[in-house]
């Protein structure tokens, strides 16, 4: 029987048709061969016959090459459950067969004290509408239709409207019709039905006319269609819905959650239980896994879904927290604004990877994929559940009390954490001040961060709601308070040691006109380069102050003309970010409210990175020879930087320029069938036509010399997945 899973997840995950027959043997057939490299650094590519040495260039330490050199280990058989669930979940919930839990997906929360319980969720009655449009208040959450108390989204009354499941229906009963989607103030009307003022911002003719966007087929008023799995101009084509991994291609997805086909079980159903015969899929296959497996093994856990899934489906927007979506006609496409996106796009890269088990007993690692950044946002405040410990306080306070709640939901379930004291697991922090917040109790875990700030630190971001220094305390539901409770303080963000400085994620379009990508490198005619908040609007420890400096003294001093030093945000500095950073020579890397990812957009352009933040190590800086490519200036120095930066000799300028080359691919993403097959497309297109409209280098060659090779290998998924292999013996 044919593999039909495997070409329905093929096509759920990549781009689908012909884009996916690129591939850099097409390349080579093009005739890249042909071109002359004048200098030893590109004259082999980057594939799987090139050297240890050039695969693990400017690496620090061993753990390259003994990734590389390990002996594979055999492949056993996947253990498989068959734990029951009590009262088969109701019918609702997904059963858990490792340890007879529960998956439930979102549901109308029913409060379990007193005060929850008195409070009338979302503002709604019993048949779902809003108990006055004239009132204001929790307007994040405010329907001027027919709400869905399942994930607090609100849709069309009327014609165009939805149908909520029949009275006495189950939980978890789908709508008997989904309807148009009506989101926000910004798609209501302005008035109730009675006519008073109500908080909508369209009029009601626009809403509920007889041309009205929830009663006509042709509304004079289209509300754009944002919402995960609907599209068109009506919101009204059925797509898929982002799940990670998307269900194995053995169940549904319901906005984040997974519905699994009987006798699969799994958050993303990728496993038969044991008393079925599963049927003919992937992961029965499993081809990569088929003879023998490499380190490091990691087992990636099955969470509660209020830490994971239900903050998917929870999101409203689909571009929210995901770094990939649906659109017409179901074709993927990359998610390229959500600058967490490093979240959901880990998680999935885990659960395809070849380096995954379902062998607790045999794995490595233990990766815990919450969401607690898409809790922060969108998540906190749009509905008036969930919330941590506490309804309202700083978002930061939820942040650490999900993580501190999902650390003692898998100790209370697994034995796994108690076995080396939590020292095996991994988790990844991505939000602004990374894992400055978090909950001593996970300190002894792997973090992978943006953030890389090392020694003593109190929170510094501008954003007050992510202030982690303040305490908060509630009479009742936290009584000696928040730091005490949880206790989030005398641990460093990151340790240099133990931790990782992941890369953010930036989509291929985002360096688009990078020699990373195959284009001839161009001449650099700016000195130093940044594009992006200077701080106009912020509170003076925004950034610490050094975006803020370097633009004043830039605009005061006309360094553009003078030095050619372009500082500023899009006004100041029009044009295209990806071209701009393509022929610049420095690149400011700065804070913003934690991490900015400018490392990475200074690496993938080649331009040389320069850290100007004390104490705060840039992506992979502690595996990496950094010095050799990167610039580091204390802050105190800002006043003198572009002195600082003509000071250094050309040859060296030249050098760096030629070892980011040799390293640079290791800051992009490319692990999942999308974005795998996003970059051999880009990379086959630019054929090795070189600057001066010829086909061999230039005289004096301009670096980093253009890649070449396959733009999967050693990406920034390999590189995490490196890092932790020279890990497991600290870990054990
Ligand atoms: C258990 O619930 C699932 C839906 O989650 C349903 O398909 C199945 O028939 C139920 N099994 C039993 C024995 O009730
Ligand atoms: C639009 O639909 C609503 C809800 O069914 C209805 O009350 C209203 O009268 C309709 N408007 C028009 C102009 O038909
Ligand atoms: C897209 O997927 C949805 C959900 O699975 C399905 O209902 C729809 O028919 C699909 N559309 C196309 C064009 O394949
Ligand atoms: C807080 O964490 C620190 C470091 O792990 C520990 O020494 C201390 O006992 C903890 N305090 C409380 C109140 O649990
Ligand atoms: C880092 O690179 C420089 C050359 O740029 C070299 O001199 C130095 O030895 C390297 N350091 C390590 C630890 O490899």
């Known amino acids: 029987m044919a593999p039909l899973h495997v070409v329905v997840l093929l096509s759920l995950l990549s781009l689908g048709g012909t884009e996916r027959l690129h591939t850099a043997g097409d390349r080579d057939g093009k005739g890249v061969g042909a071109v002359r490299h004048p200098t ?272 998917l489906q929870m999101r409203i927007p689909s571009s929210w927290c995901v770094h990939r979506k649906y659109q017409s006609g179901n074709r993927s496409e990359l998610v390229s604004n959500w600058v967490y996106a490093a979240d959901t796009l880990l998680h999935e890269s885990l659960l395809l990877s070849e380096h995954r088990t379902f062998d607790p007993d045999e794995a490595d690692f233990f990766y815990v994929p919450h969401m607690a950044t898409c809790h922060a946002f969108p998540i906190n405040g749009w509905a008036d559940w969930p919330w941590f410990h506490l309804p309202g306080g700083p978002r930061v306070m939820h942040l650490s009390n999900i993580i501190l709640d999902t650390k003692r939901w898998i100790q209370a379930r697994y034995p796994f954490w108690d076995r080396r004291g939590g020292r095996d697991h991994v988790w990844l922090f991505t939000h602004d001040e990374g894992a400055c917040w978090v909950p001593n109790e996970v300190t002894p875990s792997v973090w992978l961060t943006h953030w890389g700030r090392m020694g003593p630190h109190t929170s510094n971001s501008a954003f007050l709601a992510d202030d982690y220094n303040h305490d908060v305390i509630h009479p009742t539901l936290l009584p000696k308070g928040w730091h005490a409770t949880t206790n989030i303080t005398g641990h460093v963000c990151y340790d240099p040691v133990k931790d990782l400085v992941v890369p953010s994620v930036k989509v291929p379009g985002h360096y688009q006109h990078s020699a990373l990508q195959g284009h001839p490198a161009k001449p650099r005619d700016k000195l130093f380069y940044f594009r992006g908040d200077v701080g106009k609007h912020r509170l003076t420890h925004y950034s610490r102050g050094v975006r803020q400096s370097i633009y004043k003294m830039a605009i005061d001093g006309g360094w553009g003309k003078t030095h050619g030093v372009w500082i500023g945000d899009s006004s100041d500095v029009p044009g295209d970010y990806s071209e701009h950073l393509a022929t610049s020579i420095f690149c400011l890397v700065a804070a913003g409210d934690g991490w900015s990812g400018r490392a990475e957009d200074a690496m993938l352009h080649g331009c040389i990175p320069v850290n100007i933040q004390d104490g705060v190590h840039t992506v992979f800086q502690s595996i990496l020879n950094y010095s050799s490519y990167g610039v580091t200036v204390a802050e105190k120095d800002v006043k003198d930087i572009v002195q600082i930066l003509k000071a250094i000799p050309e040859r060296q300028v030249h050098s760096m320029q030629a070892h980011i080359g040799r390293v640079w691919h290791r800051f992009r993403w490319a692990t999942t069938p999308l974005l795998e097959s996003e970059l051999r497309r880009r990379l086959g297109e630019h054929a090795p036509i070189l600057a001066d409209g010829t086909d061999h280098e230039p005289i004096t060659p301009l670096y980093p010399l253009p890649f070449r090779g396959d733009p999967t290998m050693d990406d920034a998924f390999d590189t995490v997945l490196q890092f932790l292999h020279s890990r497991i013996n600290a870990t054990r």
């Open 40 to 311: 030893s650094e590109r004259k082999h590519a980057l594939d799987q016959s090139a050297s240890i040495s050039l695969r693990c260039a400017m690496t620090v330490g061993g753990w390259c090459r003994d990734f590389l050199e390990q002996t594979k280990i055999k492949w056993m058989a996947p253990p498989r459950g068959d734990t029951p669930c009590p009262n088969n979940c109701s019918s609702v919930g997904r059963c858990n067969y490792d340890i007879g839990y529960c998956d439930c997906p979102s549901q109308r929360h029913v409060g379990s004290n007193a005060e929850e319980m008195a409070q009338p969720l979302s503002h709604i009655g019993p048949d779902m509408r809003d108990l006055d449009t004239s009132a204001y208040g929790n307007m994040y959450s405010r329907c001027a239709g027919i709400c869905d108390d399942d994930n607090a989204v609100c849709y069309c009354d009327g014609p165009f409207g939805r149908i909520p499941p029949a009275p006495g229906s189950p939980a978890g009963a789908p709508p008997l019709k989904v309807g148009r989607p009506l989101l926000t103030s910004y798609s209501s009307p302005d008035t109730t039905w009675s006519g008073q003022k109500s908080w909508g911002e369209r009029t009601r003719d626009e809403v509920y006319g007889e041309r009205g966007w929830c009663n006509s087929s042709t509304p004079v008023f289209n509300m754009p269609c944002i919402i995960d799995g609907l599209a068109g101009d009506l919101c009204d084509e059925p797509i898929e819905h982002m799940c990670p991994g998307q269900c194995s291609g053995q169940g549904v997805c319901n906005l984040g959650f997974c519905n699994c086909d009987p006798g699969y079980y799994g958050h993303d159903c990728a496993r038969p239980r044991a008393s079925v015969k599963p049927k003919p899929s992937r992961i029965l296959t499993q081809p990569w896994l088929a003879t023998a497996v490499i380190r490091p093994l990691i087992y990636v856990y099955d969470l509660e879904p209020l830490f994971q899934s239900k903050m």
